[in-house]
């Protein structure tokens, strides 16, 4: 029997029985020699050492008893006698019991012991003969007798002599006993080491014997097992036999078997996979399908049927070496044939057994043969047989080849319908391209057209160039020429209006109406210029919007307070219908009024009887606005055309009217930029209504607002008197509460009496720090409340603002200069601005001043020395304009050249300077900084007389360091006021 028959155990439980029974054979050895050793021991100690010590005492016994007989032979004390002969007796009895171990014991001749008996009873006998002689009296014969020449003395030396052979026997004895032992430690000395010996060969042996018979299966067996994680999958473990590492192995084998025959699968099915991988047609990929199969497997033909959704039929779609006579299709709802099954079950079928009507026969050289086996294999994906693989081996498919086909089945699934899919796209791809290419085509013929339009873009770039260069020389132009046009205008009709002030009485009816036609007629000349000047600032861009909280209320009413009187002189009603309580729309309230005033007075113009109405109110997020009128209406077809420029909607009626065409292009160009809208209703012969559209809140950013408006505060700014309490007489609640709403925000306290009576009582109680006062009010009128004030105890003097839409007559402005007046206001001409400055001077306690407004009708008035206004101005037309429209309100001092101004400013140190911006030689901006040097004009009001007219040359002229700045044509109220302003009140920045 071999090694590797035995089990591992059984040689490992082998060896060590071995092991075992070499232990027990040593024990046993060395526990038969432990007990000669004991026995030699034993030996030693029974007999030398027993049998010394027995002499031993016994030498000592005969000591006693013989040195006892001599002591007794001494002594005549019969009590000591006695007691020497007891000890003696004493003696006797031990020597007795040490001759009994001695007969015991001793291992030498036996004689030896009897004689030193003999001798000791001899002895005994020798010594009662001496006792006797003793008690005979005969002591001397007693005592020789004990001396050692004597025969008791030799006889105790003779019992010496035969204890000292004896002693000399046990001594060689014990002698003997230790030889032995050393012998028997030799001897066990030296079969230990031969048994150990023996012990250690064995178990080498032994140990030799196990590990071949273990490491060398082992380490086969890991060489094997590396080489074939390595890739050597045809390695196998060699080791043979029934032991464990024997099942190991064999096991070992099965493993690497059943991988090798996995790893070939995979291979085979890999190998198939990357051949599909690179087809891209159903065609060639079931071609290249066929042929890897019939390549790697035991399969010898086989064909793809594929389903054709349209006959629900499978058809034959590629094959290799089926006969010309394979069925071309099946169909797939008939599930009888050979496919029926797989169509079923969408399972791999194998079908052994077959006929010889079966439909697959294969071709070979020899003819047709009948397959052994036939495979057919379903190809499924979202759960459909797509298509099937029938395949046929003459000698049957291998477990390997079900396996291959199996796992191909599942991947194939896939394949195909990305095939599918890829051919799918590829057919769109090629009409995309083809779409691409006529695309192209087109894009090219695009391409050319566009070069053609852009030759043309080119030309009618150039053309556009002129064009705006066109425009910006119109802009320039119209500019210019407004501004030429403007002066002489200006100039002729605020003549033809003091001419007729000043000649009224003097001259005919007629010729005053000839200075009024001069005067109409420059005036509408005048607004069409002014038209025509805000529609080129509009298309140059130059127009600013600047929005501010407006209160559409006072805004309505303001505009239909100011055409009251246009509509009145027609005997039309003017109703406006406003709300109070309408919120402030955040917009440019100046070109909404401005709006406004164009649509009031177009329905007003265009309205021969009836009303106009105006009213405002909130719907969806805007303001409207709506002018209604009964008026002559306009033509549907006319609609459109109204808000252009120079259009009106009938000729005739136009120039029946009057007008210019240009208010409502104006108009909606401004709303353009305001981001709100007009809209227009009408009906021929009915009447019309606008309506303006604001947005509540402006789509202007916060921030450009902001700006804006903080632009616009620079502009003028009022010296704040926050706390003053002001008094207001007033007996009109709407008055009083559009004072209250412009005063409170700038931080006055606001007291209100509606009449004489009330006021009076206020004054009593708060003591206010300045009082405006209505003049025309019920019971107690303005006059008279200002005379009791004056001689009352209370008010005596408190500045009084006179705000008054009443025409003053002479009598009545010298009753008032006599009270104390501290500024008088015409209401209509009124702007929260001047109102502002006005209540600020007032309560400051600047001088009083009467008149601020001239009146058109009456001579202007004044109540203090006439301030001196240095006018500088080279066109002698415009100067004569200025000091006509000053005349009576200040002393005028005239410069025709920037030198001379400056020289007559150092002179006259006058209260303003009227400075024209355009003067030859040296300009007005010089001739300010000239003026500016010196140290006495530093502080005089400079203001800008300029015909350039845009809010921001406005700005530019304030930030050179002008006072304030008004535009030409000058308006002659306006003036007055900018001037008075400046000496009363107002700070201009
Ligand atoms: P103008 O009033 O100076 O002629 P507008 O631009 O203000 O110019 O108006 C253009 C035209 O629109 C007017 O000429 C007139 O024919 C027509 N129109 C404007 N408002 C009215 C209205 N309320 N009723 C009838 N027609 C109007």
Not at 31 to 48: F, K
Not at 604 to 619: L, N, Q, W
Not at 622 to 638: E, H, K
Request: aromatic share 6%.
């Amino acid at each position: 029997m071999h090694m590797r028959d035995i089990r591992i155990g059984a040689q490992l439980s082998a060896a060590f029985a071995l092991v075992l029974f070499f232990v027990v054979v040593l024990g046993v050895l060395a526990w038969y020699h432990t007990d000669v050793v004991w026995r030699s021991l034993d030996g030693l100690y029974r007999h030398p050492f027993v049998v010394r010590e027995a002499i031993g005492d016994l030498r000592s016994d005969i000591l006693i008893i013989h040195r006892n007989m001599k002591d007794l032979l001494l002594t005549e004390d019969p009590a000591r006698q006695d007691v020497l002969l007891r000890g003696i007796g004493l003696a006797e009895i031990d020597a007795e019991q040490q001759f009994d171990i001695l007969f015991d014991r001793y291992l030498g001749h036996r004689s030896d012991i009897d004689s030193v008996r003999i001798a000791f009873e001899l002895w005994k006998g020798i010594r009662q003969q001496t006792v006797r002689l003793l008690h005979a009296g005969r002591r001397d014969e007693a005592v020789q007798r004990t001396m050692a020449d004597g025969v008791g003395g030799a006889h105790a030396e003779h019992m010496y002599r035969l204890l000292r052979t004896i002693q000399g026997t046990a001594q060689s004895k014990a002698d003997y006993f230790r030889q032995r032992s050393n012998e028997q430690k030799r001897a066990l000395t030296q079969r230990l080491v031969g048994v150990v010996l023996l012990i250690l060969f064995l178990s080498g042996f032994l140990g030799l014997l196990l590990f071949r018979a273990i490491r060398q299966p082992v380490s086969e067996l890991t060489t094997a097992a590396a080489r074939f994680t390595n890739g050597d999958y045809d390695v196998r473990s060699s080791v043979k036999g029934r032991n464990e590492l024997g099942c190991l192995s064999a096991a070992f084998n099965g493993l690497a078997e059943k991988i090798q025959r996995e790893i070939r699968l995979r291979d085979t099915v890999q190998h198939i996979k990357h051949a599909l991988v690179e087809e891209h047609t159903l065609h060639t990929a079931s071609k290249t399908l066929l042929r890897s199969i019939l390549t790697r497997t035991s399969a010898k033909s086989g064909a793809v049927y594929l389903y054709q959704e349209a006959n629900d039929n499978y058809t034959l779609f590629e094959s290799i070496g089926m006969p010309s006579d394979t069925p071309v299709s099946f169909s797939a709802l008939q599930r009888e044939d050979v496919f029926g099954l797989t169509m079923e079950t969408k399972e791999i079928t194998r079908i052994s057994n077959i006929t010889d009507d079966a439909m697959f026969l294969l071709k070979t050289p020899e003819g047709r043969l009948r397959p052994k086996e036939i495979l057919s294999i379903p190809i499924i994906f979202d759960g459909r047989t797509h298509a099937i693989i029938a395949i046929t081996s003459p000698t049957g498919f291998s477990d390997q080849d079900l396996g291959v086909f199996d796992q191909l089945s599942l991947f194939l699934g896939t394949y195909f319908s990305n095939i599918q899919t890829a051919e799918r796209i590829e057919a769109y791809a090629s009409t995309l391209e083809k779409q691409n290419q006529e695309l192209e085509a087109q894009t090219r013929e695009l391409c050319r057209q566009a070069e053609e339009l852009g030759e043309q873009n080119v030309e009618l770039a150039l053309q556009k160039q002129e064009l705006s260069k066109a425009s910006a020389m119109k802009s320039t132009f119209l500019s210019n020429m407004s501004h030429e046009l403007r002066t002489p205008l200006n100039s002729v009709i605020a003549l033809s209006g003091v001419l007729q002030r000043r000649l009224r009485d003097s001259i005919s009816e007629q010729e005053c109406s000839y200075i009024e036609i001069i005067e109409r007629n420059g005036k509408h000349l005048l607004s069409l210029i002014n038209n025509i000047l805000d529609l080129s600032r509009i298309e140059a861009g130059r127009e600013v919007i600047e929005n501010s909280d407006t209160n559409i209320a006072h805004l309505v009413r303001d505009v239909s307070d100011m055409l009251l009187p246009q509509a009145e002189a027609k005997n039309l009603r003017l109703e406006c219908s406003v709300q109070q309580d309408l919120p402030t729309v955040v917009t440019d309230a100046a070109k909404c009024r401005q709006i406004l005033i164009n649509l009031v007075g177009n329905a007003i113009k265009f309205t021969d009887a009836g009303s106009v109405r105006v009213s405002a109110c909130v719907r969806e997020e805007t303001m409207r606005i709506l002018v209604s009128d009964t008026g002559i209406g306009i033509a549907p077809q006319q609609l459109e055309y109204i808000f252009d420029e120079f259009r009106q909607a009938d000729e005739g009626v136009a120039r029946k009217h009057d007008g210019t065409g240009l208010g409502l292009a104006i108009s909606r160009r401004y709303a353009t930029l305001m981001h709100a809208s007009i809209e227009v209703e009408s009906v021929l012969g009915q009447g019309s209504s606008f309506t303006l559209v604001l947005p509540l809140r402006s789509e202007v950013s916060a921030d450009r607002y902001g700006t804006q408006s903080s632009t616009v505060n620079t502009v003028f700014e009022y010296a704040s008197h926050s706390g003053a309490h002001i008094l207001i007489v007033e007996d009109n609640e709407a008055a009083q509460l559009q004072l209250r709403e412009i005063l409170e925000p700038q931080g006055y306290r606001i007291s209100t009496a509606g009449n004489g009576a009330e006021a009076l009582r206020q004054v009593r109680e708060i003591m206010p720090d300045g009082i405006i006062l209505d003049l025309m009010m019920p019971e107690i009128d303005g006059f008279e409340l200002l005379r009791l004030l004056r001689e009352g105890a209370y008010g005596g003097t408190i500045p009084v603002l006179i705000l008054t839409a009443k025409q003053v007559t002479r009598e009545e402005l010298a009753s008032l200069k006599g009270n104390n007046i501290h500024q008088f206001i015409q209401k209509g001409d009124i702007s929260k601005r001047e109102l502002l400055a006005a209540v600020a001077g007032l309560v400051r306690g600047s001088e009083s001043v009467i008149p601020a407004v001239p009146d058109d009708r009456t001579e202007p008035q004044h109540l203090s020395p006439l301030p001196t206004v240095l006018v500088i101005e080279d066109n002698s037309d415009s100067m004569v304009t200025i000091e006509a429209l000053l005349h009576g309100v200040c002393e005028v001092k005239q410069a025709g050249d920037g030198f001379t101004g400056i020289e007559m400013a150092v002179r006259l140190k006058p209260e303003i300077i009227l400075l024209d911006i355009s003067l030859p030689e040296l300009d007005g901006f010089q001739v300010l900084d000239a003026i500016r040097k010196q140290t006495h004009l530093r502080d005089t009001p400079v203001v800008a007389i300029t015909a350039l007219g845009t809010i921001d040359d406005q700005h530019q002229i304030i930030r050179r360091g002008f006072t304030a700045c008004v535009e030409k044509p000058v308006d002659g109220a306006n003036l007055i006021r900018t001037i008075m302003g400046l000496i009363h009140g107002i700070h201009q920045s």
